[in-house]
């Protein structure tokens, strides 16, 4: 993980105002979200496993799922996460809830990220500093 820090750090938007900005550049809302917290992700590569910034984000008036919610955006990283290539041998779950989580773990959640996406981190941040705050 690589922090970014940057203008936007700490400020506060309507969620719907961000998604409305956001979503054209190419950023989607990351399906790690909660009720009170959650990220805008840009992938960057899936070559091996996947490469993006994260630009997370809390709650600060209302929850995510409601009308007019404001957020108040954190410090944006990359993170790299690298799959598993085959079969998950160490899987430990039955059939019901394989029902609902059929995806394999990352090999490696926290991998090292790629020093040739890095630059194009740092630009997708002054991208959205200019879109958001300048």
Not at 48 to 53: A, D, P
Not at 67 to 95: A, E
Not at 102 to 126: N, R, S
Request: hydrophobic share 35%; net charge negative; no cysteine.
């Amino acid at each position: 993980m690589i922090e970014i820090p940057s203008k936007i750090e700490n400020q506060s938007f309507q969620l719907y105002f961000l998604e409305q900005k956001l979503k054209p550049l190419g950023y989607d809302i990351g399906g790690n979200w909660d009720y009170d917290h959650g990220s805008f992700d840009y992938k960057i590569d899936s070559e091996v496993g996947y490469q993006f910034l994260r630009v997370p984000f809390d709650a600060v008036d209302g929850q995510l799922d409601s009308h007019n919610t404001t957020v108040k955006i954190g410090r944006p990283f990359l993170l790299s996460h690298k799959y598993q290539i085959g079969l998950d041998d160490h899987v430990h779950i039955g059939n019901f809830s394989a029902s609902f989580d059929q995806f394999q773990e990352p090999q490696d959640k926290d991998a090292t990220f790629p020093e040739e996406y890095i630059d194009l981190g740092k630009a997708l941040v002054k991208e959205l500093e200019a879109e958001l705050v300048d």
